[in-house]
């Protein structure tokens, strides 16, 4: 018996790495989900970025859904996607809120001048404290809040046109609905 034991640890590593692999099999499933899905949107009042006397609080944007875009100068993804996020903002379906993380001012600012503004407004959390309370770990990351301040949906990482007319434009017309 203590012969076979090394071929029995070693035919059932090779059922764990299998069963590990085949249960990975998702795509996305280097995205954690969020719980704030179905609950309300966390509280936050942050300074505009284009006028930093003036700020925009969650409770100024109820009545309306909105998107909230994570971004920063620093996030070569945030380059990928902008194009994306700029054709979707056009459309004006809906509010797209920037939400600057973790970013210089001055950055921010040259990065919009270069690339475009999208955003209706843009608000920046330079600590990165109210991200904590949304659960943001990265950027991109998009957000679909209802006119109720209920978090309807979100996506971890660039947002495609698969993305966008698969997930948030269903999400959204969901959003609209329950009015």
């Not at 600012?109 to 920046?124: A, C, K, S």
Request: net charge positive; aromatic share 10%; charged share 25%.
């Amino acid at each position: 018996m203590k012969r076979w034991l090394p071929l029995f640890v070693f035919i059932a590593l090779g059922v764990l790495l299998a069963a590990g692999v085949w249960l990975s099999r998702n795509p996305n499933r280097d995205a954690l989900p969020s719980p704030l899905i179905g609950k309300p949107a966390p509280a936050f009042d942050l300074p505009v970025l284009h006028d930093p006397g003036h700020r925009v609080s969650s409770r100024q944007l109820r009545g309306a859904p909105y998107v909230m875009n994570v971004w920063g100068s620093w996030c070569a993804e945030c380059r990928v996607e902008h194009p994306v996020l700029t054709r979707f903002a056009e459309t004006k379906r809906v509010r797209v809120i920037g939400y600057n993380w973790k970013d210089e001012r001055a950055d921010a600012l040259r990065w919009l001048e270069q690339f475009g503004n999208p955003f209706f407004v843009v608000v920046t959390d330079v600590e990165g404290k109210t991200a904590i309370d949304w659960g943001i770990y990265g950027a991109p990351e998009t957000f679909l809040v209802d006119a109720k301040g209920i978090v309807r949906w979100k996506h971890v990482g660039p947002l495609t046109d698969t993305v966008v007319m698969e997930e948030l434009l269903p999400a959204l017309e969901a959003a609209e609905s329950k009015r």
